[in-house]
Every structure is written in C-alpha cells, then in structure tokens.
C-alpha cells in the first residue's frame, strides 16, 4: 500500500536557543534524514523529501503499514498526516461499481 506522509516540526517542540538547535539536529534531524536514506535505498519511499524551508517532510511511502515510519527518530515531535492511496485502476474500479448502482437505481436508464 502508499501512503501520502505530511510531517511538519509542532510549534511546541521547536528549538528556542543554539544550543537547543545543535542538540536538535544531531538528535533528531539527522538521525531521521539517515533512516530515510534507508527508505530510499529499500524502495520505501517512493517519492518526495525534506521541505525546502521548512522543518517538514513530504513522502509517498510504500509500506504494509504505516507503522514503519515509527523508526523515523522525529515522529514524535511532528505534527503528521497519513493519506492512504488507492491504484487508478482501484478508482476504475470503484466508479464503476458506483455507475452499475446508479444505472440500477435510475431503472436501468443511461442517458
């Protein structure tokens, strides 16, 4: 399955001095930017990246479920949401299944 994975720094967690920013980023931003590298390297992520200007990811991710990006170091401190994504022919199939209900309820009339 894919899944659409929006992540961005929650405003609570952000860093308030350099100090609190060197430790950020060597704990958790470049820890995470490793496991994507993985991702990557596996074919996990299928598309996307790091957000230019911004403490965020955007990732079409291939996965059984969406519990393997609990690896990423930053997952707790982000503010996410996961979007499963069907095929187009799962789509295909859905509408047609919906046009063979319509066309039922209409009586059997197509115009």
Known sequence: MQYLVQMKLADS?????????????EQYVFPTLDVCDKLLEE???AAGGP???????????????????ESLTIWPLMQTTV???TSFEGRRAAG?????????RAGGQRS
């Not at 990732?59 to 059984?64: H, M, S, T």
């Open 51 to 69: 957000v230019g200007g911004a403490i965020a990811l955007a990732l079409v991710v291939r996965a059984e479920s969406i519990q393997e990006l």
């Open 13 to 25: 967690v952000r860093p308030r001095s350099p100090e609190e920013a060197i430790g950020f980023i």
């Open 83 to 85: 979007i499963p994504l």
């Open 43 to 45: 074919k996990k992520i």
């Open 96 to 104: 047609r299944r919906r046009l063979e209900d319509e066309v039922r």
